[in-house]
Nanobody, 118 residues
Framework: QVQLVESGGGLVQPGGSLRLSCVASVSRVSIYDMGWYRQAPGKERELVAGITTSSSTNYADSVKGRFTISRDNAKNTVYLQMNSLKPEDTAVYYC????????????WGQGTQVTVSS
């Protein structure tokens, strides 16, 4: 089975930065869309940032200009650089990969906690 391993979460002060990493155990991550989602207590899970097989990116309006998603296909890794963090960014962040053609082949990481607090 496909395994996604996330790292980089933690506690940070407002205005600080974190970089999340997610390594996927697929044979070739280049054929998968990849993304980061988050879920805060009492809220629905939302897409934070996504990057397609063609390297097109999209971001939630709330993180535009602050977060950057990138991928390194050779390392089977997707990153989320988070700058200027706000308390509202506090959530569990989940990595997701989805096959570019077989859309039902989608996988989730276990999640990593990001807490922005002074």
């Amino acid at each position: 089975q496909v395994q996604l391993v996330e790292s980089g979460g933690g506690l940070v002060q407002p205005g600080g930065s974190l970089r999340l990493s997610c390594v996927a155990s697929v044979s070739r991550v280049s054929i998968y869309d990849m993304g980061w989602y988050r879920q805060a207590p009492g809220k629905e899970r939302e897409l934070v940032a996504g990057i397609t097989t063609s390297s097109s990116t999209n971001y939630a309006d709330s993180v535009k200009g602050r977060f950057t998603i990138s991928r390194d296909n050779a390392k089977n890794t997707v990153y989320l650089q988070m700058n200027s963090l706000k308390p509202e960014d506090t959530a569990v962040y989940y990595c997701n990969v989805r096959h570019g053609l077989v859309r039902t082949l989608a996988y989730w990481g276990q999640g990593t906690q990001v807490t922005v607090s002074s």
